[in-house]
């Protein structure tokens, strides 16, 4: 299994992707009666919500009855110059679930063998697997003062309907820190900013390395994930209204969790 700090992405790479008029981009707020430009905090930017780049491999299309077979997390951060840069990778590979269905054409396609010594060897049972990845998930959610996470991926919720499957298998709701609906997904934003909807070829318009010969793990395809979400993010303008702020209210409890 991949480290963190293996998979952990270097913030430089992105940060020289972008213009150099970060000084007047988005992400960075005026102080009310001065000039100086104060960079917004992660929370601000999302509402409290952390966003969080997620991708599964599984045996096949079904959440309730195919095996989900690994999963990758890569919180999504923000550093004191207001560029969105990949934290620190959180992975697993997954035993499936008694009495899932192995469907012999996804695990051709993913080319993942349940089966194979070496991967028994480090796979882990759901719910072992998926508090660790929320425990650490947490604690950067804790450390960003954010409430809760909302999932990333490309066609997103195909990754969330088999998150949520697995948390009610594994009996850990109390533990998830994911909304139960709310999604990023970066097909419908690289369709917005380069007219692509394949993984792939929105990270060449990107200008971002993809090999595929490494598709199709969860981990490299969260790694890429994240990284086009971040570079979307550093290069895309908002709007003129962006970060319009009305008064805030309190927001009744199914609105932050179970709506």
């Given at each position: 299994m991949t480290t963190q700090?293996?998979?952990a992405l270097p913030k430089d790479t992105l940060a020289n992707n972008v213009d150099n008029t970060l000084d007047s981009?988005?992400?960075?707020?005026?102080?009310?009666?001065?000039?100086?430009?104060?960079?917004?905090?992660?929370?601000?930017?999302?509402r409290k919500f952390l966003p969080v780049v997620?991708?599964?491999e599984t045996a096949g299309f079904n959440a309730q009855t195919d095996a989900l077979l690994e999963i990758a997390c890569i919180p999504v951060l923000l550093d004191e110059h207001?560029?969105?840069?990949?934290?620190?990778?959180?992975?697993?590979?997954?035993e499936p679930f008694e009495g899932a269905n192995l469907e012999p054409s996804a695990l051709a396609?993913?080319?993942?063998?349940?089966?194979?010594?070496m991967r028994k060897a480090i796979a882990e049972d759901e719910?072992?697997?998926?508090?660790?990845?929320?425990?650490?998930?947490k604690e950067v959610r804790r450390a960003e003062d954010c409430r809760q996470c909302v999932l990333i991926g490309h066609n997103a919720h195909f990754d969330l309907a088999f998150l949520n499957a697995a948390v009610l298998r594994s009996n850990s709701k109390n533990h998830n820190p994911f909304h139960n609906f709310s999604v990023f997904d970066t097909v419908?934003?690289?369709?917005?900013?380069f007219g692509q909807t394949v993984l792939a070829r929105a990270c060449k318009a990107a200008g971002l390395d993809f090999d595929g010969n490494n598709a199709h793990s969860a981990l490299y395809d969260t790694q890429k994930t994240a990284e086009l979400f971040c570079h979307i993010l550093n290069n895309y303008p908002?709007?003129?209204?962006?970060?319009?702020?009305?008064?805030?209210?309190?927001?009744?409890?199914?609105?932050?969790?179970d709506k």
């Open positions: 700090n293996d998979a981009a988005p992400n960075n707020i005026t102080d009310a009666g001065t000039d100086e430009q104060t960079p917004m905090k992660l929370k601000d930017r999302f997620v991708d599964v207001g560029v969105f840069y990949p934290g620190e990778a959180l992975n697993a590979h997954i396609f993913t080319g993942i063998d349940p089966n194979n010594p719910k072992t697997a998926l508090r660790r990845i929320f425990k650490g998930l419908t934003l690289s369709a917005l900013a908002m709007l003129a209204n962006a970060m319009h702020s009305e008064p805030e209210t309190a927001e009744p409890e199914s609105a932050t969790n």
